[in-house]
């Protein structure tokens, strides 16, 4: 059974609900438009002893029922971390984008990227925006996210969306992995370099896409939670 996500689309004209229904996730990696930022990505994960692909960027899926919206998610190992992206949702109304989180098993990544994708839930904001309303600016769009550890919080990763793979070059490698009927279909876009040039694991993540010709965002954070394996 696939997931329903109880979204909202927030446009002009006002805000109405969005029930929609998760087919299917494909995840991106190593989207950058500038391949020296790609190369600064790569960088920070082969200090964890993750390897290059050979070709970039990557696509792979990921289940469906990994999708949520919730506040709070429940992780296997303390090693996991949040990374920020723009999410694209694909149905006969839209397509719509939003913000979200493709949290990651950095132990396992040394071994599977799609297996560690997979061990973690992949967060999404429950408010979506019409693509229509910001493909003309869509460069000015910015992503944010801030790494919450005991007390301390920071910001973790800022990037206009002018340093990723537009849409347009992204959608043919989603098509490859869901076919060419994409209703249903949730795209995460790959992450961007962190600012601090590490990769870090934190108790909570808070995740941002703003608008600032529209003066708007779209927030959302969560928590995680290792599982104690001793009850």
Known sequence: MHPELPLVVESR??????????????????TGRNRAEVERHTKELEALGIAPPKETPIFFSVASYLATVGSAIEVQSP?????VE????????????????DQTDRFFERHSVAAAKQLCPKVIAGTVWPVAEVEAH???????????????????????LATMLPPAALVP?????????????????????????????????ELELADPRLGRAIRTQYTVQVLDRKR
Not at 79 to 83: D, W
Not at 86 to 92: D, Q, R, S, T
Not at 181 to 204: K, Q
Request: with cysteine; charged share 20%.
């Open 13 to 30: 004209e006002g805000h109405e609900p969005l029930p929609f229904t998760v087919r299917r996730i494909v995840c991106g990696g190593y």
């Open 79 to 83: 090693f996991t971390s949040g990374e």
């Open 86 to 101: 723009f999410v694209l949702l694909f149905g006969p109304a839209g397509p719509w984008v939003t913000v979200g989180s």
């Open 138 to 160: 869509w460069d000015a769009l910015v992503l944010r996210s801030w790494v919450r550890s005991g007390r301390k919080r920071r910001l973790y990763q800022e990037a206009l």
């Open 173 to 205: 490698g989603v098509r490859r992995h869901a076919g060419r009927e994409l209703e249903g279909v949730v795209f995460f876009s790959g992450t961007v370099p962190t600012v601090a040039g590490e990769v870090v694991y934190g108790d909570a993540w």
